[in-house]
C-alpha cells in the first residue's frame, strides 16, 4: 500500500519561504512522477507541479512558476517544494501526489495522495 506523508507546512508572513517534503514507502518511488496539488477554502484542487522519475523534468502552475521549485532525491525516498516569495494567495492545504507512470501528463491524474499539510501566508 502507498503511503505518502507531508511535512512542512504552517504559518508564514508574505515573501516568505517554506519547504514542503513529502515522504513516499510501499511501492519503488524512483519508478514513477511525483507532484504537488493544492486546495484553497472554497476551491477546487488544483495543480501546482510535478517532476519526473529522475526529475529532470519538471511542470509548474503558472501561477508558481519561478517562485516554486519542485526536487526529489530518490535514495530518500522523497519529494520536496520549495516556495520562495510566497503570497496570501498561496494559503491552501498542499496534497503530494503520485503517479502511476514515470511521466507527468496532466490528463492522467495522480493514483495516490497524502492527507495534506496546511500552509497559511499571512499579508
Known amino acids: 500500500q502507498v503511503q505518502l506523508v507531508e511535512s512542512g507546512g504552517g504559518l508564514v508572513q508574505a515573501g516568505g519561504s517554506l519547504r514542503l517534503s513529502c515522504a513516499a514507502s510501499g511501492r519503488t518511488f524512483s519508478s514513477y512522477a511525483m507532484g504537488w496539488f493544492r486546495q484553497a477554502p472554497g476551491k477546487e484542487r488544483e495543480f501546482v507541479s510535478a517532476a519526473s522519475t529522475s526529475g529532470r523534468s519538471t511542470y509548474y502552475a503558472n501561477s508558481v512558476k519561478g517562485r516554486f521549485t519542485i526536487s526529489r532525491d530518490n535514495a530518500k525516498n522523497t519529494v520536496y517544494l520549495q516556495m520562495n516569495s510566497l503570497k496570501p494567495e498561496d494559503t491552501a492545504v498542499y496534497y503530494c501526489?503520485?503517479?502511476?507512470?514515470?511521466?507527468?501528463?496532466?490528463?492522467?491524474?495522480?493514483?495516490?495522495w497524502g492527507q495534506g499539510t496546511q500552509v497559511t501566508v499571512s499579508s
Open positions: 501526489a503520485g503517479y502511476s507512470t514515470p511521466w507527468y501528463s496532466n490528463s492522467s491524474p495522480p493514483s495516490n
